[in-house]
């Protein structure tokens, strides 16, 4: 598993008469770990579903390694990319470790069994996302944070070079959040993944997009792009944004009750 270029140019999506995502252009490098970010209705999803093949450009390209993934046969761009959905509403009348197994099934022909290789990488996928004691548990019993570790082991199992995760950390505790990112982070797979946690977005992420009424307001690193001003107008937020001095990434601590710093430079200085 490597990772592979992907490149979206100038991508705009639509519903209808309703525009999705307008004029969105993203690299994200072999191996890079890049977060898409910016609040609910944005198009975060809306650019995932693009990129995993659901939702069709009315406008732009999107390319994995210089071709058009849109043009691609189904089998290759399974192999190719893997996608970790939200909400998926799946409901597999599997053991957890069949369901992880489907994530062999683009590098099989039809009706092949497991071989020796398919039961290593299947046993290191539950492993990942601490699932190794779920395995021979039915899915459809499982929590809701407990099936989206299984989803993750299955899309981990596909060996991608290409993994999109539309936000992997729901229903996931602390330690699991951490863990999963931590797996993310060290795969040699280009990683584009939809946060809402801008801390960990900050400290998982190597550059970030922050999208906004389906455009890209602000791209670069983390520490480029999360500022107080931008939480203001993006968010509608007050922030102070500081270094961690341990992990070196920014870290955003928001401020309640106080009005964002879009108002208060929109309003001018109090009157006395």
Not at 7 to 20: E, H, N, Q, S, Y
Not at 224 to 244: C, K, N
Request: some cysteine; aromatic content about 4%; charged content about 20%.
């Amino acid at each position: 598993m490597t990772g592979t270029e992907l490149v979206i140019d100038g991508v705009t999506l639509t519903a209808g008469a309703r525009r999705l995502v307008e004029d969105v252009s993203l690299t994200a490098r072999p191996g890079e770990v890049i977060g898409l970010v910016g609040p609910n209705g944005s198009g975060k999803s809306s650019l995932l579903r693009a990129v995993y093949r659901v939702l069709r450009p009315t406008t732009g390209r999107v390319d994995v390694d210089g071709m058009d993934a849109w043009s691609l046969p189904v089998r290759q761009l399974a192999r190719t990319v893997a996608a970790v959905v939200q909400e998926s509403g799946a409901e597999f009348d599997l053991s957890v470790r069949e369901v992880v197994a489907m994530g062999r099934t683009p590098h099989k022909q039809l009706l092949d069994g497991d071989t020796p290789e398919d039961a290593d990488l299947i046993r290191s996928a539950l492993a990942a996302v601490d699932a190794t004691d779920l395995a021979h548990r039915p899915f459809d019993r499982l929590s809701g944070g407990e099936r989206q570790r299984v989803l993750i082991a299955r899309a981990l199992a596909q060996q991608p070079s290409l993994l999109v995760l539309d936000e992997p950390t729901n229903h996931l505790d602390i330690r699991h959040q951490l863990e999963v990112l931590g797996t993310l982070r060290q795969l040699p797979a280009t990683v584009l993944v939809a946060l809402h946690d801008l801390n960990l977005a900050a400290y998982y992420c190597d550059r970030l997009y922050v999208l906004r009424d389906g455009s890209v307001t602000a791209s670069g690193s983390p520490v480029d792009v999360l500022t107080p001003q931008l939480l203001a107008t993006v968010y509608g937020v007050t922030s102070e944004v500081t270094i961690h001095p341990r992990t070196g990434a920014p870290q955003v601590t928001f401020l309640p009750g106080a009005p964002p710093l879009a108002a208060q430079v929109e309003a001018g200085p109090p009157v006395s």
